[in-house]
């Protein structure tokens, strides 16, 4: 099984970007695909990206289509969330998960067996 640590949070202001990192451990890695979600305070961890397991297929929330980018380097272990044009309900904490189970788009958060510890992006207006 795998192990995740996300990288590269931080405060931004809006308009701003951050790229976000998701490092694997383990030889399996890519046998996952990798989603990323986020959560504020009070409520469900929610869905924002995801990518299979070759990197060929990505998915996105609508709030986030056309700002971020998902993408993976299997050789790395590694997976990345490019955030561009950052708004303010953009802040929250963000992790990256392991999916093995479920089907593209992969956007089932019960599907989803590994959870990295959050990394926190705050947006500034």
């Known amino acids: 099984q795998v192990q995740l640590v996300e990288s590269g949070g931080g405060l931004v202001q809006a308009g701003g970007s951050l790229r976000l990192s998701c490092a694997a451990s383990?030889?399996?890695?890519?046998?996952?695909?990798m989603g990323w979600f986020r959560q504020v305070p009070g409520k469900e961890r929610e869905f924002v990206a995801s990518?299979?397991?070759?990197?060929?297929?990505?998915y996105y929330a609508d709030s986030v289509k056309g700002r971020f980018t998902i993408s993976r380097d299997n050789a790395k272990n590694t997976v990345y969330l490019q955030m561009n044009s950052l708004k303010p309900e953009d802040t929250a904490v963000y992790y990256c998960?392991?999916?093995?189970?479920?089907?593209?788009?992969?956007?089932?958060?019960?599907?989803?067996?590994?959870w990295g510890q959050g990394t926190q992006v705050t947006v500034s207006s």
């Open positions: 383990g030889r399996t890695f890519s046998n996952y695909a």
């Open positions: 998960g392991a999916d093995r189970r479920g089907t593209y788009p992969y956007t089932a958060r019960a599907n989803y067996d590994v």
């Open positions: 990518i299979d397991w070759r990197g060929y297929s990505t």
